[in-house]
């Protein structure tokens, strides 16, 4: 049973591939940003906050955050909720995704004491739509405690404070996330061990993590359909993220193993709860049949009861996809010990050294073409919406071409999947508003459409060119705007044009000329 999404488009030529595409998104579309609390407020301890796990661990030594940077201020938006409110408006986003900081609402992560603050109403006021993640990695320190997601506790906890929220901020917040990207949460804090809790257990941590985290998302869920829907009508849903991956290959095994790297990196998550309550069958395949292999009693893929799978089937209104790059993949058989959940994928994956490079990944705007399709593909036509998207620089400067460049190629390839494929695209919301706190990278990796000045007490924000291309884009709902440049070839006696670099063009602009009715362009676009 392979998705036929790694056939459909395998015989496509890169010339065509990377035509640009001439079209509009649907009326409605959710123009967005987005962003998360730990990275940009700052007040790691104002007004009684409690600590989170992302505060201690870059407060410990040897934490491994690039210069031993920390979110104590951050952006700074807890206290610059105008500055913050006037960039949303200038760049006439529709929606504003941003993470709800559980130890700010409740200090230990109890129901015992609340303090909130008012960028809801601002937003409200301003016309822009709130979408809230629940979770955006920042656990209350005194939760984690208690053995943190290992506690099953934690999935009555997580209820009782995504309740509290629901019920106070409900009113105002019509579309919620309970979790942002679990599948880094659980490789990156319980299997490699990067990042807090800084578990290294990478053969059973993510999975036993991901189990509870699976329960914990559909708990909510029930929560919000039961005591809340009738009245707010808001969705529901949780923040996945992938690559696309890309055979090396079309020899079956090739196409199997990039298929496979997609159910184990989206489908862990999606398949239990946008299909049928359960994993993928390649997960349960591949981990149960190493698990045999290395001589265990059991998986080390634990399996959920018919009882949870039926609590756990259906638990999400929309899809939400975080998604910034690509992966060539080739099949492997890797040793078996020691068990881990990156060799149970028997895959090899890499990025093409052709792709633009950026400060973390490598930019390949078509494998969101695919990847949409494949989800689908696999899901059906349910509402898609992109959470996030961006790319992170070094040194950009204010004109950041790379970044247009960027985001109009990836927004094109989303608007070819609405538009020729038919994916139910809703929404779309860029990484990020500003500069901010980038985890392991600190404030080195900058994937702002505005720049923040770390050095300015007040934390000064400027816009750079994205952002007024972005508002471009949003004003006229198509991908257009700044010329790039590109290259040319000849088919069937007509000159296509393919873009394929980050710098502006001006010699083209003589060649431009209107779409044909195919919508591909002959121009840059
Ligand atoms: C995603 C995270 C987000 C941000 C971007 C660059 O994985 O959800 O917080 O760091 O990457």
Redesign the pocket.
Known sequence: PLNWEHGKFSNQPKFERDLFYHGTFRDDFLWGVSS?AY?IEGAWNADGKGPSIWDNFTHTPGSNVKDNATGDVACDSYNHLDADLNMLQALKVKAYRFSISWSRIFPTGRNTSVNTHGLINGLVENNISPMVTLF?WDLPQALQDIGGWENPSLIDLFNSYADFCFQTFGDRVKFWMTF??PT?QAWLGYGSGEFPPNVNDPGWGPYRIGHTIIKAHARVYHTYDEKYRQEQKGVISLSL?SHWAEPQSLVPRDVEAADRMLQFSLGWFAHPIFRNGDYPDAMKWKVGNRSELQHLATSRLPSFTEEEKRYIAATADVFCL?TYSSRIVQHTTPRLNPPSYTSDQELLEWEDTSWPATAMNRAAAWGTRRLLNWIKEEYGDIPVYIT?NGV?LTDPELEDTDRIFYHKTYINEALKAYRLDGVNLRGYAA?SLMDNF??LNGYTVK?GLYHVDFNDVNRSRTARASARYYTEVITDNVPQGLHLECSYRRISGEELTIYNKPTTCQALSGLQRAGRSSGFSQTCG
């Open positions: 998360s990275q955006h942002n990207e880094y993220n975080n996030e992170g990484w980038e985890w994937f």
